[in-house]
């Protein structure tokens, strides 16, 4: 680190512990602007999941970490030091890109050497460093392969070798797992996270798969049109999201609109067609009596039964109808629409169906949840 | 249609095409045996007689070997042009691209005639007119289109993201281009080369107007002996060309596979 240079905040950021900041960084391009004003702290060792739908902004964000594209304000601070004029090649970051993006002219070792070559490291130790990686990701002996020879998911495995040999400050993942099939991609999930661990480099993962960044994180930022709607633990992201846009990219999840007739102590009173319900007011948003809002409803949270006698310890039981019943194996999803809601249905997962009757469309079943898991937004 | 009648016809096709393709080839190593005096075919008995003919002219040689000079400088020249170009077209949004594009593949519009009058004068006017280089160039001028796409070709199939990793693998822009883009494109480069090199070695129209009776390549020299008389040495020479044609494909196919051609878009 160049000490005349640091300014007081890097020094702050040595001392906090921050391996990257990203300070209002925007990058507006003729017609859209894709990251509007972003700011968030990555500690060291941590792994940080940017999640979001195509658009949102997110791939552009790691392009500017990577340093591929310039943000057109703000300031991107990696290990302590500004990096707007440190060129790409002079950063010390890895990438796993989305399409691997190997050497396919280069064998697996020359591959992972590459980039000890490139940042001329003593050319006696590189055989000993790449053949240490190859068998950090669990490539042991394939160093003479070519690319083309690998599976799938052995090509993964030597690109994390290639992005991490030189022991890098950050590493950058870029939707690498996208492509792959789903047995493949949870087992590279779970290998990830282990590298990671093992190391513990600071991470930054995009990807557009709940699943995923809720499996792989210490924390989670969801991107939408550019912004970030909530940046959290993965927990706390599932369990309250920040708005309406994260409580429906995350989970499946039902959403009802409602009139609020009255808030106290955080428990809104809401009226939907002919039904009254009571919701817990999502955040630190203020709902007006009066006004519309909505109200989300995930489906693991919604419990079905044939009397509503087998739903007594829930807070709120309705009665309703089946509309639709979706069979994904190890557990149903049932569309029910409730008495006096209109047209809107809840969605209830059933976990165990073996143990119950298949509801079959048409049933008439009741439907039970607690008011703290229906989240009232403003609308 | 069965399995079998499908098979059936497409080896119909295939020998059809195979007999007809080669039958001239066929014809010409047949005649350039013959141990009498005219081009025949069937030959007229069996002898090496017009080989050891061909190998003792001097004046044969001489345009062999002007021919493979021409050749070498049109390959030497189209080299760096033709896979910066195809590089270029392939992967960059440069500015009149489109006008740059056209321009390049004029060559191909034009008919060769008017070609080689054009080089004509321009040679002449620079006083190139009877140095054998400026043959080369002139080669090179009207068959560079071919090195362009052959490149471009394996330009377009790399992925994009290969250079942004080769950066963030720690190369800046030269090394990236050394080491990542241009091996990466080395199969576009070695078919665009041979192909460059085996166009300017047969190249007859143009090279007519270029070249006098001092310098002339081969085949001028040969279309220059046909027009006296036809003779079995031109069948040799003819199946030279063939050898040397065959030799440059098995390079080809040695170092890049011939299947890039029929994968090629």
Known sequence: ?379 | MTDRSKAVVLWLLVGFSVVTLSAPTAVIIGASLTSGKIVTFPPDGLSLQWYAQILGAFDLRAAFLRSLYVATVCTLIALPCGTLAGIVFAKHRIRFRKGIQVYLLLPFTIPLIGSGVGLMLVFGAGGLLGSLWPVGLACCAINLPFMIWAVAGSANALDPDLEKAAANCGAPPVQTFLTVTLPAVMPGVITGALLMFILALNEFLVSLLLVDSRIVTLPVLIYNSIRSIITPDLAAISVVFVVVAAMVIAILDRLVGLDIFLKSK
Do not use: C
């Open chain 1, 1 to 379: 680190m160049g000490e005349a240079v640091t300014t007081s905040a890097t020094r702050t950021d040595a001392v906090r512990n921050i391996a990257v900041s990203v300070r209002r960084v925007s990058m507006a391009y003729p017609a859209v602007l894709a990251v509007d004003d972003v700011s968030f702290e990555l500690a060291k060792g941590s792994f940080l999941t940017i999640l979001g739908p195509s658009g949102s902004g997110k791939t552009t964000l790691l392009q500017m970490i990577a340093g591929f594209q310039a943000p057109t304000s703000g300031e991107i601070v990696i290990a302590g030091q500004p990096v707007q004029s440190v060129p790409a090649y002079q950063r010390s970051i890895g990438m796993v890109f989305q399409r691997l993006a190997l050497f396919p002219h280069l064998t697996v070792a020359e591959n992972v050497a590459f980039p000890l070559r490139m940042r001329r490291f003593d050319a006696r130790t590189i055989p000993g460093r790449v053949e240490r990686y190859l068998d950090l990701v669990r490539l042991p002996g394939l160093g003479n392969r070519r690319i083309q020879q690998l599976s799938g998911g052995q090509q993964q495995r030597v690109a994390i070798a290639r992005a991490l040999v030189f022991e890098p400050d950050l590493l950058l993942l870029d939707e690498p797992l996208a492509s792959l099939d789903r047995k493949l991609r949870e087992e590279m999930q779970l290998e990830f996270r282990r590298i990671q661990r093992e190391l513990s480099v600071t991470t930054i993962n995009v990807t557009h798969d709940q699943r995923e960044a809720l499996i792989m994180s210490d924390e989670i930022i969801v991107m939408d049109r550019g912004r970030i709607q909530q940046m959290d633990r993965p927990q706390r992201t599932y369990r309250q999201p920040a708005n309406r846009f994260v409580a429906g990219f995350i989970g499946l999840t039902a959403f009802l609109p409602v009139e609020v007739r009255s808030v106290r102590e955080g428990v809104a009173r809401l009226r939907i067609g002919g039904a009254e319900l009571q919701g817990t007011v999502a955040g630190d948003d203020t709902l007006l009596p009066g006004g519309a809002a909505e109200a989300a409803l995930r489906a693991e949270q919604v419990r079905v039964a044939t009397t509503g006698a087998g739903l007594r310890n829930l807070d709120t039981v309705l009665e309703g109808r089946v509309e639709d019943v979706i069979f994904e194996g190890e557990r149903i999803v049932y569309e029910v629409l409730v008495d006096g809601f209109n047209e809107h249905r809840v969605r209830a997962f059933d976990h165990d169906p073996a143990l119950h009757a298949e509801y079959p469309i048409g049933a008439h079943v009741f439907v039970g949840w607690n008011v703290r898991d229906l989240l009232v937004f403003p609308a």
